[in-house]
């Protein structure tokens, strides 16, 4: 069953700690990308990568790190230097990046601070 | 990025069209139009995109005016289950540290709401 996977569904986060969020793909897609969302508000980049060990930052990248060391597995870190991190995180996938490929999403992390 | 408007909100009756505008009267020639929907609390799924010919797949039509400053997303049969938020978004191509990429910008998009 080929698609994109995000664990866990919810997390929670106490003050000053890091977290990770998982996003794993199966559709043997070369680009992904991490984006976050306020409650009633649209997405917005944080990362995204066009290929294996390489990753760029999006629109909102600070307080966020990310890491691309295998193909189907993009993780992001949510920091301690991130000051609002309550938010619903979405991964998403296509198969390139320069050209009109459509991207496909996970399920979302809904991320909270304790 | 081709900055996109679309209404707050629309009702449709179950069994009806759903027609839901967009205007995007900044659109490039190179830029193309994707929608996309999300259901509450889930991940926004793709439902078609195009660049200046109307579309058609299983799920809707895309029409785009002839000087593609606006379009509209057909959901031909609309049930109780395309209760969501529809993001009408104009896929920009840019270049950033000598490569290029796609940027999808969502806005607050359409909630359409399909009643019995």
């Known amino acids: 069953d080929g698609g994109i996977t995000q664990s866990p569904k919810y997390l929670f986060r106490k003050e000053g700690q890091n977290v990770t969020l998982s996003c794993e793909q199966n559709?043997?897609?070369?680009?992904m990308y991490w984006y976050r969302q306020d409650p009633g508000q649209g997405l917005r980049l944080i990362y995204y990568?066009?290929?294996?060990?390489?990753?760029q930052k999006g629109d909102i990248a600070e307080g966020y790190s990310v890491s691309r060391e295998k193909k189907e597995s993009f993780p992001l870190t949510v920091t301690s230097a991130q000051k609002n991190p309550t938010a619903f995180y979405l991964c998403?996938?296509?198969?390139?990046?320069?050209?009109?490929?459509?991207?496909?999403f996970g399920p979302g992390t809904r991320l909270l601070v304790l | 990025d081709a900055k996109t408007t679309q209404p707050p909100s629309m009702d449709c009756a179950e069994g009806r069209a759903a027609n839901l505008p967009c205007n995007h009267s900044?659109?490039?020639?190179?830029?193309?139009v994707y929608w996309y929907r999300q259901i509450h609390s889930q991940g926004p799924q793709y439902i078609i995109h195009?660049?200046?010919n109307n579309e058609t797949n299983e799920m809707a039509s895309l029409i785009i005016t002839e000087d593609r400053k606006s379009s509209t997303l057909i959901l031909p049969h609309a049930t109780l289950r395309d209760t969501a938020v529809y993001y009408c978004?104009?896929?920009?191509?840019?270049?950033?540290?000598?490569?290029?990429?796609?940027?999808?910008?969502f806005g607050q998009g359409t909630i359409l709401t399909v009643h019995p």
């Open positions: 998403a996938s296509s198969i390139a990046q320069f050209r009109q490929e459509t991207q496909y």
């Open positions: 559709l043997n897609h070369d680009a």
């Open positions: 990568s066009q290929i294996v060990n390489d990753f």
């Open positions: 900044t659109i490039s020639g190179n830029e193309y």
């Open positions: 195009g660049l200046k």
């Open positions: 978004i104009v896929r920009v191509l840019l270049n950033a540290g000598g490569t290029s990429y796609g940027k999808l910008t």
